[in-house]
């Protein structure tokens, strides 16, 4: 049985910084792209980040590029995202999971991140 999680999330104040962990089980997803994804309360599910199977390509949206870095651990079929300068438009519940050809798979329980001002 193929299972993402998520941990990592918690309150942080605006300007602060958090460290989200997947760690998959059931399947190594080494050769796989991997992604962050979030949804705030009221709103559609929001792409993050992703990152390739080597972890040298990286794709951010716009609204964190600078302040977001994905980064993955192969050797624990893991993958991290690193937010920085927390602004409260980033409370969501941040979901990952791997994606298969164009679609992806495998979404996690997701965790959840609040920023207040």
């Known amino acids: 049985q193929v299972q993402l999680v998520e941990s990592g999330g918690g309150l942080v104040q605006a300007g602060g910084s958090l460290r989200l962990s997947c760690a998959a089980s059931?399947?190594?997803?080494?050769?796989?792209?991997m992604g962050w994804f979030r949804q705030a309360p009221g709103k559609e599910r929001e792409f993050v980040a992703a990152?390739?199977?080597?972890?040298?390509?990286?794709y951010y949206a716009d609204s964190v590029k600078g302040r977001f870095t994905i980064s993955r651990d192969n050797a624990k079929n893991t993958v991290y995202l690193q937010m920085n300068s927390l602004k409260p438009e980033d409370t969501a519940v941040y979901y990952c999971?791997?994606?298969?050809?164009?679609?992806?798979?495998?979404w996690g329980q997701g965790t959840q991140v609040t920023v207040s001002s």
């Open positions: 990152i390739n199977w080597s972890g040298g390509i990286t």
């Open positions: 059931g399947r190594t997803f080494s050769s796989y792209t």
């Open positions: 999971a791997v994606r298969v050809g164009e679609v992806y798979h495998y």
